[in-house]
């Protein structure tokens, strides 16, 4: 999974991957699995378990990534669209690293517009995917919704793409 890049140091609940509370990716991911979206929350800490979470998501195969290694941002928040990528993630080379991965997510326009400039390849409609290659191995590229709150849909509609796209890759 690949998102754009994390908020503001000041936003972080957790030194790990959608560490801002007002991110839903873990309450989606609670929703999927444990149909209890405060899954991975510590409620007495306020923040996100990230040893619950990195051992869930090993035991899953998950793997995540930012698709831009350097940014400059606009604005002082976390929105993706005051975000200027500098460097681009050397995606292939994450790829070529682990040849048992069979597709690639984008949690955002964002980070698939980012994406999109590394490969040769249609973008697909939120929810769902395009095949393309990459040494001779043929991958799905998945856009999914952004699990921000600004991002205008539900939490409840957000987790059945998610569940869809986990279904596909035999990970649900």
Partial sequence: MLGS???PKKRWSMNFF????QND???????IFFADRDHFIDASRKRFDQSRLEAFLEEKGVALFDTATAVVRLADNASDKFLQVVEPTDVEALLRRIPECTAV???????MDTLRTRFQTGEPCVGRSVTFCLDGRTL???RMPSSS???PLKLERKA???AEMLRCEGLL
């Fill in 149 to 151: 709150r600004a991002y």
């Fill in 160 to 162: 059945e793409a998610y």
């Fill in 140 to 142: 799905r590229l998945w």
């Fill in 25 to 31: 990716m873990w309450r989606i991911f609670g929703h």
């Fill in 5 to 7: 890049f994390p908020p």
């Fill in 18 to 21: 959608y560490p801002n509370m």
């Fill in 105 to 111: 997510v984008c949690t955002g326009q964002k980070s």
